[in-house]
């Protein structure tokens, strides 16, 4: 390896610490009880203490680098399907066949594994589907399927990313709306919404619903796959375990949707439109150690603004053109699973937001309504 490949390799293995679920997953397992702790510490506090430590990183890397001085940021995403989906049976297995504990400790580390597979799998799924080529999309899928989670690729790509920050947009959360009831509402809008995107998509193309190029079908036989391989493992048990850790996965995902974009809005133009997204439709975290866990998922900000760009290029932003969030989403993820406290902290910081950004609009009534029906053959 040369000087400058090991560099390259050097700067890229941050990102890759989201390896250190491994060992304590096993651990988890060998030593049972409340050990299942350890992934869950790991994934959801231990980044915000190094946070504090490493503080903020503002560097901008050149949005002009080649693909292939990325190959080591990228290579993370590309073999995390195989570790998560061997990770996720190969302890179904041990469970159901070898392990001697009790079912709350089962649940327990299944536990932990589902928030291996949503604050990483999730999040790994979610760099690739942005992606151009069929391989890194086809691990989106596969990926998605462990955790029975397979519409929201349509629906991120497809109706998120039109109408973030509008009522028409299931995951964008609204003012002073608490995670639980959000979370059912996601739950219920958006499997249908992400179905009615596809079916447009292919009503333009002169198609029906049920072609077979709609990606629904795909994420059916992926997802029964799955579901056919934890009764092959584990019969019953390893059913409803592996069910359980899906739930945990998708409920991660969803916490972190809920506070990337809680209370902020698009201008309203009229007749139905709105201004084009913006770095300011995003809560933006610049904290360092959260960032390599989630690779720069919380520099949310540039995401939205250039959706197609790579996640070690990613940009970050001052207060100036973006709302800042003042822990990263482990914290505020935890934070949000107590509404109350949440809200609380995060309103007064959507107020502040709405008097910088938008300091002419005094009635907000039309931004805080629940989701608004599309338009027909809107997508």
Not at 24 to 48: D, M, R
Not at 76 to 89: K, R
Not at 152 to 165: A, I, K, M, N, T
Not at 252 to 279: A, W
């Amino acid at each position: 390896m040369s000087s400058d490949q090991f560099h390259k390799l050097a700067s890229a293995l941050p990102f890759w610490v989201s390896l250190g679920f491994l060992p304590l997953i096993a651990l988890s397992v060998a030593l049972g009880g409340w050990w299942f702790i350890l992934p869950v510490a790991y994934g959801w506090w231990a980044f915000t203490l190094i946070d504090f430590i490493t503080g903020l990183s503002d560097d901008n890397p050149d949005t002009e680098t080649p693909l292939k001085d990325l190959f080591w940021y990228r290579f993370i995403t590309l073999i995390w399907f195989p570790i998560q989906i061997v990770t996720i049976f190969t302890v179904i297995w041990w469970l159901t066949t070898r392990a001697q504990l009790n079912w709350w400790e089962d649940l327990g580390i299944m536990f932990g594994v589902g928030v291996m597979s949503g604050v990483i799998g999730i999040v790994y799924s979610h760099e690739l589907m942005h992606q151009k080529t069929r391989h890194e999309r086809w691990l989106a899928d596969l990926i998605l399927a462990t955790v029975l989670y397979s519409h929201f690729r349509s629906e991120h790509l497809h109706v998120h990313h039109r109408y973030v920050g509008t009522p028409r947009d299931p995951v964008t959360a609204r003012y002073n709306e608490g995670f639980i009831a959000y979370f059912m509402r996601v739950l219920r809008d958006c499997p249908p919404s992400a179905f009615r995107a596809e079916a447009a998509m292919l009503a333009r193309k002169g198609l029906p619903w049920w072609h077979r190029t709609n990606p629904f079908w795909r994420y059916g036989a992926l997802q029964l796959g799955m579901l056919a391989l934890a009764v092959a493992i584990g019969g019953g048990w390893g059913l409803a375990l592996f069910i359980w850790q899906s739930f945990v996965a998708f409920w991660q995902l969803e916490l972190t949707n809920y506070i990337e974009h809680y209370g902020l809005t698009r201008r309203h133009l009229g007749d139905g439109k709105y201004e084009p997204v913006r770095p300011h439709h995003s809560w933006n975290a610049s904290h360092k150690a959260s960032n390599w866990l989630m690779i720069n998922l919380q520099r949310h900000s540039d995401h939205h603004y250039k959706p197609e760009r790579r996640f070690p290029l990613l940009q970050t932003y001052d207060a100036n053109a973006a709302p800042q969030l003042p822990f990263g989403y482990p914290a505020l993820t935890t934070l949000a699973m107590f509404p109350p406290l949440f809200r609380r902290y995060m309103n007064p910081k959507v107020r502040e937001w709405r008097r910088q950004f938008y300091p002419d609009i005094e009635d907000w009534s039309d931004y805080t309504q629940h989701r608004t029906p599309m338009p027909k053959g809107a997508s």
